[in-house]
């Protein structure tokens, strides 16, 4: 599967695209960074974000993108337009058809470093590992992109079989005991 | 001039259309709600939302788009939900080039009533008389977005002469003496 990783912000939105399947080795396919100038207004800045994640997905086409979950603990400023960035890129793939999944940062550190709280050198050097790339990402949001995505990857037959579930049980359908077992890519 | 209130929310967005110009009566163009399930994954909710607006930007097609500035002090999670539908609301009025102001709800309920802490039914009653309505709109949502409307068209004049001060300045052109000094609309 190919998934287009978002760690979503106004100045600098990082996006990563990594190909593979769990427990296989994985591929980046692409990193960078969409920047929009802090001194612009936020409709301008919202407008770039959008043409950056177009550029991303017409380019890429990702099968699944994955967004950090904003939470409202930290820097108020700052989180709005983390909120505000994220919502484009939720936006764009969803105008698309393309599925959205968001994981949390401690999901995502997790899954990377094996430490929900895990530094920003750690999830880089993990990054550059599971990639093999010669070096890590810069800045550390395209890192984050990069985890991001990759969290998916190996979370993603577990969430795909809740859904599925979810799906079956609001289908109200009676149950298949023949309906086929395997985990979906 | 015409101005598209925007009061955002994923299951609630108020919108209103008002016309007029300071110091005239104003008139009510139009008002309404988008709403979204509140089931549904947050990409299809926020594609409803874009889809919503854009409906009534193109039947309307306002000159200036009004929308409530977010603040983080509430529910966190409503707080997200709202900043994510309000980043939609300005993407959707600055990719047509539509100029987007944010009020914050003090600004809006001192704007209509004379005092920034004034209550919902305060802020429907004064919408309501201020726009000759037979009856309060409803829900409230729709009676916040007239009132974003009216207090834009009201705060207008001088946030224009700011903005353009502001461009002056920025633009580092000499100064004109015999610039005209009339209020831009």
Not at 23 to 51: F, I, K
Not at 57 to 76: G, W
Not at 150 to 160: G, L, S, T, V
Request: glycine content about 8%.
């Amino acid at each position: 599967m190919r998934v287009l990783g978002v760690d979503p912000g106004l100045t600098r939105c990082g996006v990563g695209v990594v190909e593979g399947v769990a427990g296989r080795p994985l591929t980046m396919v692409g990193v960078g960074v969409v920047r929009t100038p802090a001194d612009a207004d936020l409709g301008h800045r919202l407008v770039a974000v959008e043409q950056g994640i177009e550029q991303w997905l017409d380019e890429h086409r990702p099968q699944y993108v994955a967004v950090e979950r904003v939470f409202s603990q930290h820097n108020v400023r700052t989180v709005m337009g983390t909120a505000q960035a994220s919502a484009v890129a939720i936006l764009c793939a969803s105008r698309r058809g393309i599925p959205v999944a968001l994981h949390t940062p401690s999901e995502v550190k997790a899954a990377v470093t094996g430490s929900g709280r895990a530094d920003k050198a750690q999830v880089g050097a993990m990054v550059t590992r599971l990639l093999r790339l010669a070096a890590p990402p810069k800045p550390a949001d395209a890192a984050d992109a990069l985890a991001l995505a990759i969290c998916h990857i190996w979370r993603a037959p577990a969430q795909n079989r809740l859904q599925r579930a979810v799906a079956l049980h609001s289908s109200r359908a009676p149950r298949t005991p023949h309906a086929p077992k395997g985990r979906t890519p």
